[in-house]
DNA sequence: CCATCTTTGTGCACGCGTTCACAAAGACAT
DNA sequence: ATGTCTTTGTGAACGCGTGCACAAAGATGG
């Protein structure tokens, strides 16, 4: 959920095999090893040897079963009638998800949400290092945010040259976010953690991941109004007919909920 | 799957049928109806009086057929030969998704990213509106956030129920959101948007979602290793015994959320 | 060394989601 | 009215993910 099923990233376009070999780990464990490595840090840090996989799975809130057959892509990690080693099962996962090693990231677009992501504890905590806070307004730009000047984007393409930039945050308005990524990509960025409520257009190869406040909100909100909807009686959603032309020929007393951000 | 598919719903817990008539729409379904809504209110902003499955399936980014099946578990809108009807489509997945009822939300937690969201535009655009924002520290309380108060958490019970909330936002330090959310779920509230790197407990009826930046990033950070991986040979990662501390020990600030189930 | 007990690792079946491919439906021209 | 052309709506097949249930593996005690 959350960000549901988030990925926009096309999974196989020209048929690749993608899981060819026994390093093919499944997306979806892919998706869960960050949980499960949070939660063996919390056991590390209370110095708790070994744990099972019963106890680990509730800890990170899934099915123990769907746990050890993750474990079980990254090899058979644990001991039969003990558990998994809680410290060598952090850094397998951590070294799986290419956490041992330095990940410079950007972030374009230091408004309220740049601001807040540069600020973010998780960035520095585990392998993430802010490399640039990028922006395009003059009267931002020069700034000291988080410790760290917000640059230019005119420096962009020298950033994530000199910094060997992989990965690039995208927090601008949604209008700007396209152009965005396609200069993240032109100078050599290729993955995207984008913010901005657009779909992004990329090349093949180019990983893009987006977090969208507003479709988190709008799940919700489905979910609320089918339990509101069980709790009166049938309440057949069929439309009486009428109001479907309604809608379309005259958007009068309808509460227009008229603009929607401008640059969908 | 981004925010992988980012739910943590527990989808059919004690087996009852969910999708059980013709009204249940798929969770993939549902997760994409926004998308579509996006793409169509900037089409119906453009004046585009009627769109096909092709067009609009580009412009959400997904597959056509998909998008067809998609709109077909809400009835059939379409017109063949022809395409949709614009208007006439947003209104009814926004009927769908209950966009066309207001939702009070609270934030809880305006930290920084607190902060960003009661800003965040898409709140108010689409049946959102921000109910109160809430915190625990006296010396945030009382300041005004986005025109509105900042009030304190002692007061969280009171607007829950006087206003009708049933959608809560957690932006709190992870040592914070069971807590808070506990509270919330105890208000009344029944809708979680989760944005604490914690798994929440909550009790059936009540739906979670979760949007971790840290996971997001991490999921990048394993894409961005097999890319570069698959350029360079196979580099077998043998443990020389103690790395693993060597990553733990980096960051405390992790603070441990200590108490789910203390192990089960 | 053997028996017992715990816990892993996995074979298997099932259900959901995706995609293809095509028939049905309607628009439009003649 | 009839034929053609476009586009929807969906049947069917396939693949992925999940969870059950159990055999294999190892620890532990006598």
Redesign the interface.
């Known amino acids: ?8 990233h096309n999974p196989n376009p020209a048929g690749g095999t993608r899981r060819s070999r026994g390093r093919g780990i499944p ?2 464990t ?2 869960r ?3 499960y ?3 063996l ?2 056991l ?3 110095s708790v040897p070994t744990v099972s996989s ?2 680990l799975a ?4 899934v099915n123990s079963a769907k746990l050890r057959k993750d474990f079980s892509y990254l090899g058979s990690y644990g001991t039969r009638g003990v558990g998994y080693d809680v ?2 099962l ?3 996962i ?8 330095d ?1 410079p ?1 950007v972030i374009v677009g230091i ?3 740049g ?3 540069a ?10 290092r802010v490399a640039a806070l990028l922006d395009a307004d003059p009267a931002i730009t020069g700034n000291v945010v988080a410790g760290l000047p917000v640059r230019h984007t005119d420096e962009m393409e020298e950033i994530v040259r000199d910094e060997r930039v ?2 690039g945050v995208i927090t601008t308005p949604p209008g700007a976010a396209q152009q965005v990524c396609d200069r993240l990509v032109a100078a050599g960025v ?4 984008n913010f901005a ?1 657009t ?1 992004l ?1 990329v090349p093949d ?1 180019v ?1 893009v ?17 089918r ?1 509101a909807g069980d709790d009166l009686a049938d309440e ?2 069929e439309v009486p007919s009428a109001p ?1 032309a309604a ?2 020929s005259g ?1 009068g007393p ?1 509460q227009g ?1 008229g ?6």
Do not use: C
Request: glycine share 10%.
């Open positions: 959920m959350a960000t549901g099923r988030s990925t926009q997306d979806a892919v998706a090893l960050p949980l490595l949070r939660a840090t919390a590390s840090e209370r019963e106890e509730a800890a990170a809130g410290e060598y952090v850094y397998q951590s070294r799986e998800l290419g956490l041992t090693q990940w990231v408004g309220n949400l601001h807040a992501l600020n973010y504890g998780g960035f520095a905590s585990r392998g993430f992989s990965i290729t993955s995207i953690l409520p779909v257009n190869g990983d991941r987006k977090v969208d406040l507003s479709i988190e909100l709008q799940i919700l909100a489905f979910h609320e109004q339990k057949d959603g479907a809608v379309v958007r309808e909920h603009y929607e951000e401008a640059a969908g």
